[in-house]
């Protein structure tokens, strides 16, 4: 292991996850550049080790086994930020909080619903993550990508397949590892005033002086209602199984009230799903990301 810098053994990764659950990864990476990622993914590939990368935490579920092979971490390490042009450049590890701040900072908006998604930039874009009808592929114009094949490429707007919750890097298992807006010119004031209102709404609405993994479900869409008025549906509000618990605040939320494992999460998850199912027949789709296990029910 020492022909890779910086990477670690036996890591618990409970402590890089917003649920605050889950077990080790045997090997864990926070690298400071792309040329550190790439190498230490020819290095997994190479030794047959699965990988994969984690960013803040949130929508992620840990099993409480962890992870066997390397966890490459893009956070506080790869969160770089700049502007050239009129456009920001962002890493994958800013924090979409951090990047909407810093673009109202040299007056550059249209983002701003984003800064209550607890979430990077890296993992907003694989999911094309959305708030208040605004996705994170607003003014987006190209990203490097690493490919499974170790490859880097830059991918323009349109290589990427923005679609609701879904873009391309999930059918090629490609890694976002920065990219480049141009952003709405704004008046900064007005802008860092939305932001201030857009915290409050989001402190009000949702759990968020407690571990949760974020929303738990996708909206189904269509005449269903919103998932977390299908839980209140079904009763399940305050549901707990083990430390697991459905947030009163959001039903759409699940918190860990407390010594929760990842096996409580994934059986509070289970249940919420056959309750809707058995009464709705509507089928709910976690947003939640399984790292060593699968969420929910089986499809």
Same mark, same amino acid.
């Given at each position: %292991?020492?022909?890779?810098?910086? #990477? ?12 605050? #659950?889950?077990? @080790?990864?045997?090997?864990?990476? !926070? ?6 990622? #790439? ?9 047959? &080790? ?43 590890? &800013? ?22 998604? @607890? ?7 694989? %999911?094309?993550? +959305?708030?208040?009808?605004? !996705?994170? +592929? ?12 170790? $490859?880097?490429?830059?991918? +323009? ?9 879904? /873009? ?13 807006? $141009? ?27 407690? @571990? ?10 269509? !005449? ?36 929760? /494992? ?23 789709? @976690? ?13």
């Amino acid at each position: %292991m020492n022909s890779v810098a910086n #990477v670690r053994q036996d890591v618990a990764l409970a402590p890089f996850t917003t649920w605050q #659950v889950g077990g @080790p990864a045997r090997y864990f990476l !926070e690298p400071t550049t792309v040329e550190e990622i #790439v190498q230490a993914v020819d290095w997994a590939r190479a030794e047959g &080790l699965p990988w994969t990368t984690i960013g803040r935490g949130s929508n992620l579920l840990v099993s409480d086994e962890g992870f066997p092979g390397l966890v490459v971490r893009l956070a506080n390490n790869f969160a770089g930020v700049r502007f050239a042009e009129g456009k920001m450049h962002a890493q994958a590890g &800013l924090a979409l909080a951090q990047m909407v701040v810093k673009g109202l900072e040299h007056s550059l908006g249209g983002l701003e619903p984003m800064v209550g998604v @607890p979430g990077t930039v890296g993992g907003a874009v694989a %999911m094309n993550a +959305s708030a208040h009808h605004v !996705e994170i +592929s607003k003014g987006f114009i190209e990203g490097r990508v690493l490919r499974p094949n170790g $490859q880097v490429e830059t991918w +323009s707007f349109d290589d990427f397949r923005f679609q609701y919750r879904h /873009t391309r890097l999930h059918d090629e298992q490609g890694l976002f590892l920065d990219g480049v807006w $141009q952003l709405d010119v704004v008046d900064k004031p007005a802008g860092l005033a939305r932001v201030r209102e857009l915290q409050q709404w989001r402190n009000q609405k949702q759990p968020t002086n407690v @571990p949760t993994g974020g929303s738990t479900f996708r909206n189904p869409g269509g !005449e269903h209602p919103a998932a977390g008025a299908l839980i209140e549906l079904v009763g399940a509000k305050n549901l707990k199984v083990g430390g697991a618990e459905v947030s009163e605040k959001h039903a759409n939320f699940i918190i860990n009230r407390g010594g929760a /494992t990842a096996a409580d999460i994934q059986a509070l998850i289970c249940e919420l799903q056959t309750r809707v199912r058995d009464r709705f027949g509507v089928v709910m789709h @976690p947003e939640v990301i399984g790292l060593g296990l699968a969420v929910g029910l089986p499809r």
